[in-house]
C-alpha cells in the first residue's frame, strides 16, 4: 500500500506541473481517499503525526536552505527577519482578532489559531516559487522569510498550548528572542564547522558525501532543540552556509536531499489526509474561509507593510509579497500541538486550519505567476545559472569540474578562448550529442554541452566564479560584470579574473 501510494504521487507530480496546482493538495487528497471516509483505512494519532511532522519539516527546511543562494539573500536577510517577527506578531493580532469576533472562538483558542497559520510553509514556497521567475530581491526575501519564521511561531504555539499558568507577554517575547539566538548561534557553528570538514576530508565514495550533509544538518536541529534553542531556525541557517560553500559533489548532495524532501512531503501530506475527518469538516468550512480572508486580505498585506516600512520597497514588491505568504504544511502540523496538549476545541482548530490551508492554497499558487506577470515583476527569459559539480583531486592538489550549459545559458556561442580563465584552469574535454572531443581555443560552445574543466587548487573557486559569469552575461561578462549588465547586480561593479 505504501509503494503504491509513493507511486501514485509521483506521478501525481506531472499532473501537478501542467494544472498548475501546488502538488501538496493532491497528496492530502490521497491521504482523505484513503483514510476513514475513504477506502476506510483509520488514524487518529495526533501525537505521532506532530513527531513526523517535525522531522519532515527538518528535512524540508535542509532542502530548501541547500538550495537558496547567499548573494541574493544577504541584501534581504534584515527585511526577511523584521518579516519573521514583527510580521508574525502583527498577522497573529489580527487574525486572532478575526477569529474572537467573527468565529466566537474565545481568546487562547483564537491566539492559537492567529499564531498558527501565520507561518508561511516552506515547502510550499520553495516548490512554487522556484517555478516563477521573479527578481532575485523578492525570491530571496520570500524564502528567507519562509525559513525564519517557523522558529518564531512553533515557539509561539507550543507556549499558547501549554497547559498551567500562562506566560506574561513580555517574558514570552525574551523566551522567544533567546531561543531564536541559540538556534542562529548553534545553526552557525554547525555549518562552518561542517563545511570546512567536508572541504578537508576525502571520503571514499561520493555517495557518502550526501549523506554526511544531510547527517550535519539533521545535526544542527537536534543540538538546537537540546540547548532550548529553535532547532528549526538551526537547521535553515545551518544548511544556507551548507548550500553555498564549495562542497565536493554539490549536485549530487542537492539531488539526494531533493529527493528525500520530495518523500518527506508525500508522507507528511498523506499523513495529513489521514488524519483528518472529511464528514467533520462541514461545520467549520465557513470559519475557515472567514478567518482565511481576514488573513489574506488584512493581515498579511499591513504585516507586510509595516514589517518592510524601512526598508523602502515598491507598492508591486509589497503587492507580491502580500499574496505570496502560501500556506501549507505547516500551519496543519503545528495545529497538531494543541490536539496533543488536549487544548479545549482542538479538533476543530485542527478542522478550520486545515480547510484553511486547502483553500486559500488552492486560491495563491495556481494565481502568483499571473499576479507577477500583471505586476511586471520578473523576466522569463532570464538566463539559467550553470550546472557545476566539482569532484577534489587530494593527491593531484587539483579539482575536476564538469559544467552543463543549459539551454538559456548565454555561454551558447561562446569561443573556449573567450571565456578567458584563470592561469591554472583549462577545459580539457567537451562532451556534445553523445560525442567527446579535446576542444581547440576556437571551438564554440552550444547549448546542452558538457564541459569537463581542470583547475588548480588555488584558482578553483575563480574558475567556476568565471563560469558562472559568463553563464549569465556571456563574453561581454568580462566588461559588465556577472549579471551581464553595468554594474553586475546588487554587489556593484566586479572584475572577471
Known amino acids: ?116 497559520v501565520s507561518s508561511t510553509d516552506a515547502a510550499a514556497v520553495f516548490s512554487v516559487l522556484r517555478k516563477v521567475p521573479l527578481p532575485p530581491r523578492l525570491t530571496g526575501l520570500l524564502e528567507a522569510e519562509s525559513g525564519f519564521n517557523d522558529a518564531p511561531v512553533v515557539i509561539l504555539v507550543v507556549a499558547l498550548s501549554a497547559s498551567g499558568h500562562a506566560e506574561r507577554w513580555y517574558a514570552l517575547l525574551g523566551e522567544i528572542a533567546l531561543e531564536l539566538a541559540i538556534g542562529a548561534a548553534i545553526g552557525l557553528a554547525i555549518g562552518f564547522l561542517g563545511a ?8 571514499p565514495a561520493s555517495g557518502l558525501y550526501p549523506i554526511a550533509v544531510m547527517a550535519i544538518m539533521v545535526l544542527a536541529y537536534a543540538a538546537g532543540a537540546l540547548a532550548h534553542g529553535s532547532g528549526f531556525l538551526a537547521v535553515y541557517v545551518a544548511s544556507v552556509i551548507l548550500g553555498n560553500a564549495k562542497l565536493p559533489h554539490r549536485p549530487a548532495t542537492r539531488g539526494f536531499a531533493d529527493g528525500l524532501a520530495w518523500l518527506a512531503q508525500i508522507g507528511l501530506f498523506v499523513l495529513l ?55 501549507g504544511a505547516v500551519p496543519i502540523v503545528l495545529a497538531t500541538i494543541p490536539m496533543v496538549t488536549g487544548v479545549s476545541e482542538s479538533r476543530r482548530i485542527f478542522n478550520i486550519v486545515f480547510v484553511l490551508a486547502i483553500v486559500y492554497t488552492l486560491i495563491q499558487g495556481p494565481t502568483l505567476p499571473w499576479l507577477a506577470r500583471r505586476l511586471r515583476l520578473g523576466d522569463p527569459e532570464a538566463p539559467t545559472d550553470l550546472g557545476i559539480e566539482s569532484a577534489p583531486l587530494e ?61 588548480t587548487d588555488p584558482v578553483r573557486d575563480a574558475t567556476e566564479a568565471r563560469l558562472r559569469a559568463i553563464g549569465h552575461g556571456g563574453k561581454l561578462a568580462q566588461w559588465l560584470g556577472a549579471g551581464g549588465r553595468p554594474g553586475g547586480g546588487p554587489g556593484g561593479p566586479r572584475k572577471a579574473p
Open 1 to 116: 500500500m505504501g509503494a503504491l501510494v509513493l507511486l501514485i504521487a509521483v506521478v501525481a507530480v506531472r499532473l501537478a506541473s501542467r494544472s498548475g496546482l501546488p502538488s501538496l493538495l493532491i497528496y492530502l487528497g490521497i491521504g482523505v481517499v484513503i483514510g476513514q471516509d475513504g477506502l476506510g483505512v483509520r488514524f487518529d494519532n495526533a501525537e505521532l503525526t506532530q513527531v513526523l511532522g517535525y522531522a519532515a519539516l527538518v528535512v524540508i527546511l535542509a532542502e530548501g536552505g541547500l538550495g537558496t543562494k547567499w548573494h541574493e539573500i544577504r541584501p534581504v536577510v534584515p527585511a526577511a527577519a523584521v518579516l519573521a517577527t514583527a510580521g508574525v506578531a502583527v498577522s497573529v493580532g489580527i487574525t486572532a482578532a478575526a477569529a474572537h469576533y467573527l468565529v466566537n472562538l474565545d481568546w487562547r483558542q483564537s491566539l492559537i489559531i492567529g499564531a498558527v
Open 395 to 455: 593527491r593531484l592538489r587539483g579539482h575536476l569540474l564538469s559544467v552543463s550549459v543549459p539551454e538559456e545559458s548565454l555561454m551558447h556561442g561562446v569561443e573556449v578562448g573567450e571565456l578567458r580563465l584563470p592561469a591554472g584552469a583549462a577545459v580539457t574535454l567537451v562532451v556534445r550529442d553523445g560525442k567527446s572531443f579535446v576542444p581547440a581555443p576556437t571551438t564554440v560552445l552550444q547549448r546542452g554541452d558538457e564541459l569537463l574543466v581542470v583547475a
Open 273 to 327: 489526509g489521514l488524519l483528518v475527518t472529511p464528514h467533520d469538516l462541514a461545520g467549520d468550512i465557513w470559519p475557515a474561509v472567514i478567518v482565511g480572508l481576514v488573513l489574506t486580505a488584512v493581515a498579511r498585506p499591513l504585516s507586510v507593510l509595516l514589517s518592510l516600512a524601512p526598508f523602502h520597497m515598491s507598492w508591486r514588491d509589497q503587492v507580491l509579497l502580500s499574496w505570496a505568504g502560501l500556506r
Open 196 to 203: 570546512l570538514a567536508m572541504k578537508h576530508v576525502a571520503l
